[in-house]
């Protein structure tokens, strides 16, 4: 019987597609046990005051054993693993990346994840998924969601915490530019499902 969570959040649609893959494997893991614990999964607004709001309470409500974001990249390829969430984001939202503020008026500068990196991209590779390292989540709701989380649990240094960036879903691409990068939707769910076992193995 699990005896705690792992959050996994996923962000809902936006813009004009009408699917967004982090969301869909997030919801389709809701449940599943891994180790002792079991995951439960949230679906955020793509707006960053929002979503940190969330997943600040569900942090402060859950008490989660580990918390792994998840967004979608437009036009990587692999998985990619964040290293790094800076205290910046930008009040446009909308991509333009000129009027950045601090998420946090008196948090750090940025915070380094708390994930095994190393660990989850060779998992990864091994199993035939394409994977990578990344130095930085943005300064989007992304990296919003993840410095939100290592903020929220700056007081329990053990908790592993971080940030997966997936492709898009293969659906998603039929009306995009040719050759757009996509992954199937059954590898990313693997992927992140093999990603949740390496972190719940070193707690």
């Known amino acids: 019987m699990a005896r705690g969570v792992v959050l996994l959040t996923g962000f809902e649609p936006f813009g004009a597609d009408k699917h967004n893959p982090s969301a869909e494997v997030a919801s389709q893991l809701d449940g599943l046990p891994i180790g002792n614990l079991a995951v439960r999964s949230m679906r955020l607004p793509v707006e960053s005051r929002r979503a940190m709001a969330r997943v600040s309470a569900a942090i402060d409500t859950l008490r989660p054993r580990a918390v792994v974001g998840l967004g979608q990249a437009a036009g990587r390829a692999v998985i990619c693993v964040e290293q790094v969430a800076v205290n910046l984001f930008d009040t446009d939202e909308s991509g333009g990346g000129l009027t950045p503020r601090k998420l946090v008026a008196a948090g750090p500068d940025a915070y380094f994840t ?18 990578s390292p990344s130095l930085s989540a943005g300064i989007f709701v992304c990296n919003a969601v993840m410095y939100t989380s290592l903020h929220a649990l700056r007081r329990r240094p053990t908790t592993p915490a971080g940030f997966i960036h997936l492709p898009y879903e293969a659906g998603q691409v039929a009306a995009r530019p040719r050759n757009t990068a996509s992954m199937s939707l059954e590898v990313m769910r693997q992927a992140v499902e093999l990603a949740l076992a390496v972190v719940v193995k070193e707690l």
């Open 114 to 131: 708390r994930l095994p990196v190393g660990a989850i991209v060779r998992a990864l590779r091994k199993n035939g998924i394409p994977a």
